[in-house]
């Protein structure tokens, strides 16, 4: 079946510019993350989202960042006002049920560079 | 706060032996433990996961758990060329996101 997608694959952008990043988790998958990996580093939890509940936000790294998940399926993670130190490659996982089995399939990414 | 650690390599082994990745982590309570394979460029690869104290096999991967310790394992047996990837080992502290390690480089010299 279809694994997790994201658009764009890649994304240049101006310093100061918003940018919105997408992700499609696999069909009938209630818990969906987002993580971002700069250059050789590890990976760095963003946010997550499971069904209807309050997203754990905890992970943002600023008030610049935010997500949101419409009808419990596709997700929009918006950065504001980018800033150099946010180029990054941005990845979306999806989980069948979010509980403590958790195993987590990644989409592709998207490669941010901010300019 | 929860961490996992692991060995940042490089590791290398020549092809047809047996690369051994290792993985401690700190929250006692974690009740599920994944292996990860990133090749470069590419975002991560689910290739093993173990609940319980003991051994997992799965093709040449075999995945070792012990909680009293706080350390999981990956072995890799008759490692191939394809096998150079970074692995990530990744724990999940409870019904929260799972927690990642910086991964460990793996190079298998032909």
């Known amino acids: 079946g279809a694994g997790v997608s994201q658009s764009p694959s890649n994304k240049v952008t101006e310093k100061g510019k918003d940018v919105e990043l997408r992700c499609d988790p696999i069909?009938?998958?209630?818990?969906l993350y987002w993580y971002r990996q700069s250059l050789g580093q590890g990976l760095e939890f963003l946010i997550y989202?499971?069904?209807?509940?309050?997203?754990?936000k905890s992970g943002l790294p600023s008030d610049r960042f935010s997500a949101e998940r419409t009808g419990g399926s596709v997700s929009t993670l918006t950065i504001q006002r980018t800033q150099q130190e946010d180029s990054a490659v941005y990845l979306c996982?999806?989980?069948?049920?979010?509980?403590?089995?958790?195993?987590?399939?990644f989409g592709p990414g998207t490669r941010l560079t901010v300019l | 706060q929860k961490e996992v650690e692991q060995n940042s390599g490089p590791l290398s082994v020549p092809e047809g032996a047996i690369a051994s990745l290792n993985c401690t982590y700190s929250?006692?309570?974690?009740?599920?433990f994944f292996w990860y394979r990133q090749y470069s460029g590419k975002s991560p690869e689910l290739i093993m996961s173990?609940?319980?104290?003991g051994d997992k096999e799965d093709g040449r991967f075999t995945a070792q758990l012990n909680k009293a310790s706080q350390y999981v394992s990956l072995l890799i047996r008759d490692s191939q060329p394809s096998d150079s990837a970074t692995y990530l080992c990744?724990?999940?502290?409870?019904?929260?996101?799972?927690?990642f390690g910086k991964g460990t480089r793996l190079s298998v010299i032909a």
């Open positions: 996982a999806s989980n069948p049920t979010g509980t403590a089995y958790n195993e987590q399939f």
């Open positions: 069909s009938g998958h209630t818990a």
């Open positions: 989202f499971q069904g209807n509940s309050a997203p754990d």
């Open positions: 929250d006692r309570g974690s009740q599920s």
């Open positions: 173990i609940y319980s104290n």
């Open positions: 990744a724990v999940n502290p409870g019904n929260t996101p799972l927690v």
